[in-house]
């Protein structure tokens, strides 16, 4: 097999450009891994922020961009048992995937679901570990709940609308233009809030407040975030687009009894990223093959033409996920 290829490399913290393509050594998977030749590599909001220098990858992992991707199996590493060479995959991965090799734990790595393709199955693994961990283990999401997903056009938010709503949950959500709210209601929304002209506040008020808001926007949203949840209201915070700092009165948490929670999902152990993989594919995989929820997808770019794909995310034109064909 070769021992080179080809990678996206961030050659110093900045914008787009920054991304070029370069030569390295194709890595070799430890105990417990597997080696992926890549088919296509989802890109994902937290590769900007890494491309920015502003989200280290942690101890151990590749310093590459890329948080998901599919492939085959190349090779395994020791102790490996459940998956063969040449298996089609899904995986999440510590980084590296903007890539022709990458390596990850097997045990994060899933099927691609019957019916989808290697382009879509790319661009599951981030948003769907991350939407479960947040919306339903953290954020206990139950049937008939009332839903806030703000960034409802992303790729977090379209994942978050189908899930919730496949899940019994009344769902809303925030999203930039009427093109944009007209997808979140596709999805499952019983209502998209253009937030250029109304507000979210008044709007989730009038329908009792919400019983959870998963935001990714923090900045003024969070005293505001904070004003729309019911009483007994759980916040998950996963970014903060528009900064972390804000004055917030607490007294609403403790007499309305509210939860303000949030995570990452690249720091947490092997461990319990296996376990959101194995909740996924026992609960949420064979919605996939059934066609009952599926990746919404906006654009692909080739490899070599990575910084283009971050310009346009960051634009926040897209609508859904962004993908990288590789191989
Ligand atoms: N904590 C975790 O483990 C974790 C994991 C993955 C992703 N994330 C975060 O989740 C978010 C979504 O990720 P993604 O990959 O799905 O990103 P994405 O597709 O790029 O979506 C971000 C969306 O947020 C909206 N937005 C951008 N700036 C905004 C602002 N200042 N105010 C309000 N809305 C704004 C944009 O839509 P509009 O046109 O509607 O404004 C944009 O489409 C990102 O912030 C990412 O860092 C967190």
């Known amino acids: 097999m070769t021992q080179t ?30 080696l992926l030749k890549v088919a296509y590599a989802g890109v994902n909001r937290p590769d900007a922020l890494q491309r920015a220098g502003a989200y280290a990858p942690p101890p151990g992992a590749s310093d590459l961009p890329g948080l998901e991707a599919s492939g085959e199996v190349a090779a395994l590493g020791e102790g490996v048992t459940d998956l063969h060479v040449g298996d089609q995959v899904c995986a999440l991965l510590p980084g590296g995937g903007y890539a022709e090799y990458v390596v990850t734990p097997a045990v994060h790595c899933l099927p691609v679901p019957e019916g989808l393709d290697l382009k879509q199955a790319a661009c599951l693994p981030e948003t769907y570990f991350t939407v479960w961990t947040n919306v339903f283990l953290r954020g206990g999401l139950q049937a008939g709940e009332r839903f806030l997903v703000h960034g409802g056009s992303s790729g977090i938010g379209t994942t978050a609308i189908q899930l919730a709503h ?87 948490v403790m007499m309305r009894r509210l939860t303000i929670t949030g995570s990452t999902l690249r720091p947490q152990s092997d461990l319990a990223k296996a376990r959101i993989a194995s909740d996924l594919r026992a609960r949420v995989w064979p919605l996939l093959a059934a066609g009952r929820i599926a990746p919404v997808m906006d654009s692909e770019y080739p490899l070599e033409k990575a910084s283009e794909a971050h310009a346009r995310m960051e634009t926040s034109g897209h609508i859904g996920k962004i993908v990288l064909k590789v191989s």
């Open 5 to 34: 290829m080809r990678a996206v490399e961030i050659t110093e913290p900045g914008g787009p450009d920054v991304l070029k393509i370069a030569e390295r050594a194709v890595p070799q998977p430890g105990p417990g891994q597997v």
């Open 166 to 252: 496949h899940f019994g949950a009344r769902v809303f959500a925030t999203a930039g233009s009427a093109d944009k709210c007209k997808v979140c209601m596709d999805l499952g929304a019983e209502k998209a809030i253009n937030y250029r002209d109304e507000d979210f506040v008044e709007l989730l008020r009038a329908e009792g407040g919400a019983n959870l808001i998963l935001d990714m926007v923090g900045g003024d949203y969070l005293p505001r975030n904070v004003n729309a949840l019911a009483d007994d209201g759980r916040l998950v915070q996963i970014a903060f687009l528009q900064g972390p700092k804000v004055e917030l009165n607490f007294a609403q």
